[in-house]
């Protein structure tokens, strides 16, 4: 496994763990990611992240106005972005 796919997986597992339920059968309370968390989770720039959310590759939440948006990733969000950006090896 190349040290991209094994990032890919890492990432992938953390967001796994934190959309986990309880074991009553709730589900956790999710915190929403900054830009930077997001980025460091991805490790990639936060310009990079930018590039993806105006190319429509990532959906944020925004909190924010027009002139000043205020982007939060569900971790949801990035784990479907993991999930689609997977290449298949062997």
Do not use: C
């Amino acid at each position: 496994m190349s040290i991209d796919e094994q990032i890919i997986t890492l990432v992938a597992d953390t967001v796994r763990k934190t959309l986990a339920e309880t074991s009553n059968g709730h589900a956790e309370t999710v915190e929403l990611l900054t830009i930077a968390e997001a980025a460091h989770a991805l490790k990639v720039h936060k310009d990079t992240l930018y590039t993806w959310i105006k190319e429509k590759q990532i959906t944020p939440v925004d909190f924010g106005t027009d002139e000043r948006p205020n982007y939060r990733i569900h971790p949801a969000e990035l784990e479907r972005f993991i999930r689609d950006h997977e290449r298949e090896t062997g």
